[in-house]
């Protein structure tokens, strides 16, 4: 389950530390963070992200590459993911906990007890959320809910950005055309295509699209 912030501070015995792999934007936020961490003999910081048990990522904007680096952190890696991020618009937060994200933290809060908290949260598989945000969590969660409730088979069914995409697929576009009319990258239209096929194991465009036709959402 998700907690909101604060919450109380996880104990971890010195024996048992977490090991953490920090990527920032640049050297400054790097070593930011570094030196949060340093100070708390809970936290073993390594550079390989291979052997982390948590990696720690700075974004300023969660922009698609920065969504990219967070899946595979998550595939790839295995790690188990702490974001901290100075913003992130309403259409990103369901990807960013799809993606993977144990635990975000707003750049703004990001004191040293802060992250460590975030950080041994993620480690033991939970979930850590800024109480604004896991109220605009809920609130999408529900609204896509309310959205599937007659759509007995399904777990939440197609976020509003992907029912947009599949609409346009099963108007004939390609995936430049319809970056171009939802004025999004055509690697965003990409990530969408993918994300939905894993998630509800649809085998292609094809099947996607009889998907959607058959829930109701063209």
């Not at 530390?17 to 073993?44: C, K, N």
């Not at 618009?89 to 004191?111: F, H, N, P, Y």
Request: aromatic content about 2%.
């Amino acid at each position: 389950m998700f907690s909101s912030h604060p919450a109380a501070t996880v104990s971890v015995p010195t024996a048992s530390r977490v090991r953490v792999a920090v990527t920032a934007p640049d050297p400054i936020s790097q070593e930011g963070v570094l030196s949060q961490l340093r100070r708390h003999p809970e936290v073993d910081l390594c550079e390989d992200l291979g052997s982390a048990t948590v990696a720690l990522l700075v974004e300023d904007v969660l922009d698609e590459t920065a969504l990219v680096r967070l899946r595979r952190m998550v595939r790839s890696e295995g790690a188990r993911v702490v974001l901290v991020v100075g913003t992130i618009r309403e259409s990103e937060l369901l990807d960013v906990i799809e993606c993977g994200a144990g635990a975000i933290v707003w750049r703004r809060e990001a004191t040293a007890h802060r992250l460590v908290q975030a950080v041994l949260t993620a480690a033991e598989g939970g979930g850590d959320l800024p109480a604004d945000l896991l109220g605009r969590l809920i609130s999408q969660v529900g609204q896509l809910h309310r959205g599937g409730a007659d759509r007995p088979g399904t777990f939440l069914g197609l976020t509003p950005r992907e029912a947009d995409v599949m609409r346009l697929v099963a108007d004939g576009l390609d995936t430049t055309e319809i970056a171009t009319k939802l004025s999004y990258s055509e690697r965003t239209i990409k990530n969408v295509m993918h994300g939905l096929t894993t998630r509800l194991h649809l085998r292609n465009r094809a099947h996607a699209v009889a998907y959607a036709v058959r829930e109701g959402y063209i």
